[in-house]
């Protein structure tokens, strides 16, 4: 994850986030940014050729064909019980996360989060989970010794 972004999750607190279904129709719970709060005001004129557009940057990105992407939005829709407008807007939550996450761009994208948001003070490497993991383990052990 870029440091920008990191940045921006640090800086948060628990009254951050937003639960929008205006990303994908589906609830999700998001750092509250301008991008979001846009999305909150847009209505279905807007929402439609956002969605066909992150469509296809799904498609060329998954190299995917028309065919098949139309084929798993129906099957989509079916399984999960998605409505047509949901079914359209699937591709948006994973182009905007991605725009966001693993491009740097939170300004076009979209920043997934939980509540758990405000109380993050650190984002230690994995280097540093690790070794914290085998310490408490072995603070653990000793106690358990006696």
């Given amino acids: 994850m870029p440091d920008n ?7 948060k607190s628990v009254t951050d986030t937003v639960v929008s279904r205006h990303i994908d129709g589906l609830p999700q719970r998001v750092i509250r940014t301008d991008v979001v709060d846009s999305l909150e005001r847009s209505g ?3 929402a439609l050729p956002r969605a066909a557009r992150n469509a296809f940057a799904f498609r060329k990105l998954t190299d995917t064909s028309l065919r098949d992407l139309l084929a798993e939005g129906l099957a989509m829709k079916k399984r999960q019980g998605l409505t047509w407008g ?6 948006n939550a994973p182009m905007m996360t991605r725009a ?8 076009v994208g979209i920043l997934p989060t939980g509540q758990v948001v405000g109380v993050i003070d650190e984002l230690p490497d994995v ?3 690790i070794a914290g993991i085998i310490r408490q383990a072995e603070e653990t052990l000793a106690r358990l010794r006696g």
Avoid at 100 to 107: C, D, H, N, S
Wanted: aromatic share 4%.
């Fill in 5 to 11: 972004v990191k940045g921006i999750y640090l800086d």
């Fill in 44 to 46: 279905r004129l807007t």
């Fill in 100 to 107: 966001a996450m693993v491009e740097g761009r939170p300004e």
């Fill in 86 to 91: 949901q079914m359209v807007m699937a591709a």
């Fill in 127 to 129: 280097a540093q989970v």
